[in-house]
């Protein structure tokens, strides 16, 4: 249970902070949640990793998907030589979960090195 609710509310503090601080502030909050949280920190890393995953791939399809693609053709051939938006799309999620897992697990570590 611990687990669903901490993904939840990495995903949703990390869509509310971005739209007020820069775009940096979600690894934030991925470090704050497992401080308040506790957990393991293997399943800290899972949980920032699905949470931003998520989020940050939902929101560039959606931004994506506004234009109808035309920018993630143009910077898909420039970043991964291939036309193939999706795979930028994912890509970009993927940069985010990783930094959001690492921000989870390092807030995860440092409760247990406190406690």
Do not use: C
């Not at 690894?27 to 399943?43: E, G, R, T, V």
């Amino acid at each position: 249970m611990k687990f669903i609710v901490s993904v939840i509310l990495t995903a949703l503090l990390s869509f509310a902070a971005g739209l007020y601080l820069p775009w940096w502030s979600f690894a934030i909050i991925a470090f704050l949640i497992p401080l308040m949280i506790s957990q393991k920190p293997y399943m800290a890393f899972l949980t920032g990793f699905i949470a931003l995953f998520l989020l940050w791939g939902g929101l560039s399809w959606w931004i994506s998907a506004a234009n109808e693609h035309l920018l993630a053709h143009k910077i898909s051939l420039l970043v991964i030589k291939s036309d193939n938006p999706l795979m930028l799309i994912g890509l970009t999620a993927a940069i985010g979960a990783v930094i959001g897992a690492m921000a989870a697990l390092s807030g995860a570590l440092l409760r247990r090195l406190i406690l």
